[in-house]
């Protein structure tokens, strides 16, 4: 089973504006992981979060997370055509085996 | 670098035949995860190998798949017979460390479109 959840499903934007996907988990983690999937790609890696962190920004992401709630969410700031794609994030289910979650697939309409 | 890279991008074979999907990880990366992806089940994690051995292989369907690792820059991952429920993207990731506290980063390959007709 998923350990993580997007949510929303979808969601379609005006290029410009900013996009917020949020993940939640069932159980404790040390980290929490987000990746980006582009339209017949692999995965790409896009930021890692600890646990004991509650912000972190790279570039026009940022990401939040709040272990009280078991929920995380991923802000995409001024978005491009280029963000088009599906988004997931992924925690650790024991040392090696990252569990990801169905995805938040993003549209930028030019 | 080059990157993860898998062989073939598409395959496309009839049910009963073998299909052998290959993957060069990143050198140096001791860890290799292959992945099925598909719309029903999103991206489930097949098989793991750390140092070439298979470590975590519960994710495998059934007795059809097999997988493989026979040295450090190359993995493969067979399915015999395929069937038309086999059709999915089939990704090849590897690390250079563990995900758990450590939280390394996984490198994905471009995957390969398999369709079983």
């Known amino acids: 089973s998923q350990q993580g959840e997007e949510d929303p499903q979808a969601l379609s934007i005006q290029e410009g504006e900013n996009a917020t996907m949020n993940c939640s988990y069932k159980t404790s983690i040390n980290n929490l992981q987000w990746y980006r999937q582009n339209s017949g790609r692999g995965l790409v890696h896009l930021i890692l979060i600890r646990s004991n962190e509650r912000e972190k920004h790279s570039g026009r992401l940022r990401v939040t997370l709040d272990t009280s709630k078991k929920s995380s969410s991923l802000l995409i700031t001024a978005s491009r055509a280029a963000d088009t794609a599906s988004y997931f994030c992924?925690?650790?289910?024991?040392?090696?085996?990252?569990?990801f979650g169905a995805g938040t697939t993003v549209t930028v309409r030019a | 670098d080059a990157g993860v890279i898998q062989s073939p991008r598409h395959e496309v074979t009839e049910m009963g035949q073998e299909v052998t999907l290959r993957c060069k990880p990143i050198s140096g990366h001791n860890s290799l995860f292959w992945y099925r992806q598909t719309m029903m089940r999103g991206l489930e994690l097949l098989i793991y190998?750390?140092?070439?051995?298979?470590?975590?292989d519960s994710g495998m369907p059934e007795d059809r798949f097999s997988a493989k690792m026979p040295n450090a820059s190359f993995s493969t991952l067979k399915i015999q017979p395929s069937e038309p429920r086999d059709s999915a993207v089939y990704f090849c990731?590897?690390?250079?460390?563990?995900?758990?506290?450590?939280?390394?980063?996984?490198?994905f390959g471009p995957g390969t479109r398999l369709t079983v007709l």
């Open positions: 190998f750390n140092n070439n051995v298979p470590i975590d």
């Open positions: 992924a925690t650790a289910v024991n040392d090696y085996k990252l569990s």
């Open positions: 990731a590897s690390s250079p460390g563990l995900a758990g506290v450590s939280g390394n980063e996984q490198f």
